[in-house]
C-alpha cells in the first residue's frame, strides 16, 4: 500500500510517502523554527499560517522526490492530535481534500504513536518493547505490546525534557529550540562541576519532573550571573543534560523492571541528545538489554513515522470517517485503537 503521511501538529510542515508502512520513499520537512525562535517558542496562530502557506509545496516535493503521482496513492495518513488545534487543521483539511479528490481511505494518526513507530521505518523492532518518548510536548513511557495496544508506565508530572531544555536555554540566554545548542555546549563542559537535583530518582515509580531541575539552575544563575559564556557556561550546560540523562536513565530502568521487557525505543527530539545516547548505550550494556534510537531525522517530527500506523490501521479496513476526523488538541494513546474501533460500532 503506497500511502501519503502528513503531519502538521506543531512547528514542522511535514509530507512523506512510505510503501507498506516501512519503506521510505521520500520525506520532506519545512521548519518554521527560524520563525518561532523571534518569539522563544511556538506562537500557534503564526505556525497555523506558515503550514497554510507551505502544505502545497511541500505534499508537492513529497510525491515528486518519491516520483509518484497522486493517481498512485492507495492511502492517507494524517496527524489528528495531540498538538495545536490550528495546525492539526492545516494537516487534516489537505489530507481530506486530497481523499475526497481521489476516493482514498484516510486515517487520522496520534502523533506520539508516529514516534515510538518510527524506528520500524529503519529496522525491525519485534513488539513487545518499552518504548521512551522525549520531546517537547512529552516524556513519557509506554508499553507497547503491539501495533495499536500502548500503556503508559511512566509520564512527566510537569515539564517535558524538551521543554526543560529550551526553558533552561532561555535562563541561559539562548535561541529557541535550545536543546540541541545546549548538547553541544554540553560536549566540552564538566558534568559534575553544577550540584543538580535528580527530581523523584527514587521515589519507587516510573513517573519523572523537570521543574525542580529548571528552578535549580535559575537558582545558580542567580548566585553566578557571570556563568554565560566560556567555560562555566559549557559546565553548567553538562551538568544540567547529565541530570536530565540521569533521570531518563533511572526512570527507562524502572520501567524495564516494571515490565519485564528487554527492548528500549527512545524517541522524539530530545532522542537526538548526544549524553543521553551515551547514556542509554551503558545501561543496555549494565542491563543486557537492548536500547534502539532512530536516526536523527525520524527522532525529530516527521510525516513519515505516521505511516507505520496509518499502513497498518488501513489494511486491517480501520479508517477515520471524515466527519469524525477532526484535530484533537489531547488523545490519550491508550485511547487511539478503541477511538478508530468506534467508528465501526
Ligand atoms: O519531537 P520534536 O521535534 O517536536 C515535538 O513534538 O516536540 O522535539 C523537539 C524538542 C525541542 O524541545 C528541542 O529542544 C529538543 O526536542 N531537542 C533536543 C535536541 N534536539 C532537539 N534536546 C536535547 N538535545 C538535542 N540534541
Ligand atoms: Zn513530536
Given at each position: 500500500m503506497l500511502i501519503l503521511a502528513i503531519e502538521t501538529s506543531c512547528d514542522e510542515t511535514a509530507a512523506a510517502v512510505v510503501r507498506d508502512g516501512r519503506q521510505l520513499l521520500s520525506s520532506i520537512v519545512a521548519s518554521q523554527v527560524a520563525v518561532h525562535a523571534e518569539y522563544g517558542g511556538v506562537v500557534p496562530e503564526i505556525a497555523?499560517?506558515?503550514?497554510?502557506?507551505?502544505?502545497?509545496?511541500?505534499?508537492?516535493?513529497a510525491l515528486r522526490s518519491a516520483a509518484v503521482s497522486f493517481a498512485d496513492l492507495e492511502g492517507i495518513a494524517v496527524t489528528q492530535g495531540p498538538g495545536l488545534v490550528g495546525a492539526l487543521l492545516v494537516g487534516i483539511g489537505t489530507a481530506k481534500g486530497i481523499a475526497q479528490a481521489r476516493q482514498l481511505p484516510i486515517v487520522g494518526?496520534?502523533?506520539?504513536?508516529?514516534h515510538?513507530?518510527?524506528?520500524?521505518?529503519?529496522?525491525?523492532?519485534?513488539?513487545?518493547?518499552?518504548?521512551?518518548?522525549?520531546?517537547?510536548?512529552h516524556t513519557h513511557l509506554y508499553d507497547v505490546q503491539e501495533i495499536g495496544h500502548y500503556r503508559t508506565v511512566g509520564?512527566?508530572?510537569?515539564?517535558?525534557?524538551?521543554?526543560?531544555?529550551d526553558k533552561v536555554g532561555k535562563l541561559l540566554g539562548l535561541?529557541?529550540?535550545a536543546g540541541p545548542i545546549i548538547d553541544r555546549l554540553a560536549g566540552i563542559g564538566n558534568p559534575v562541576a553544577v550540584r543538580l537535583p535528580r527530581p523523584m530518582l527514587h521515589d519507587g515509580t516510573c513517573?519523572?519532573?523537570?521543574?525542580g531541575l529548571k528552578t535549580a539552575v535559575y537558582t545558580h544563575l542567580q548566585r553566578h550571573p557571570e556563568v554565560t559564556a566560556g567555560q562555566p557556561l559549557h559546565d553548567l550546560c553538562a551538568s544540567f543534560q547529565q541530570a536530565v540523562c540521569?533521570?531518563?536513565?533511572?526512570?527507562?530502568?524502572?520501567?524495564?523492571?516494571?515490565t519485564g521487557h528487554q527492548r528500549v525505543v527512545v524517541a522524539g527530539g530530545v532522542a537526538c541528545n548526544s549524553g543521553l545516547r551515551r547514556a542509554m548505550a551503558t545501561m543496555a550494556e549494565q542491563q543486557g538489554c537492548t536500547v534502539v534510537f532512530p536516526s536523527p531525522a525520524l527522532c525529530a517530527d516527521n510525516a513519515a513515522m505516521l505511516a507505520v500506523a496509518g499502513?497498518?490501521?488501513?489494511?486491517r479496513g480501520l479508517q477515520t470517517p471524515m466527519a469524525q476526523l477532526d484535530a484533537l488538541p489531547t488523545w490519550p494513546l491508550e485511547q487511539v485503537l478503541t477511538r478508530l474501533q468506534a467508528h465501526y460500532d
Open positions: 497555523s499560517r506558515h503550514h497554510l502557506e507551505a502544505i502545497v509545496t511541500v505534499v508537492a516535493e494518526v496520534n502523533h506520539i504513536e508516529g515510538l513507530l518510527a524506528v520500524q521505518l529503519e529496522r525491525e523492532i519485534a513488539f513487545p518493547y518499552l518504548a521512551l518518548v522525549v520531546s517537547g510536548g509520564q512527566t508530572l510537569d515539564d517535558a525534557a524538551g521543554e526543560a531544555f535561541p529557541y529550540p513517573n519523572l519532573s523537570f521543574s540521569d533521570v531518563l536513565v533511572a526512570k527507562t530502568r524502572a520501567a524495564l523492571a516494571q499502513e497498518h490501521y488501513l489494511t
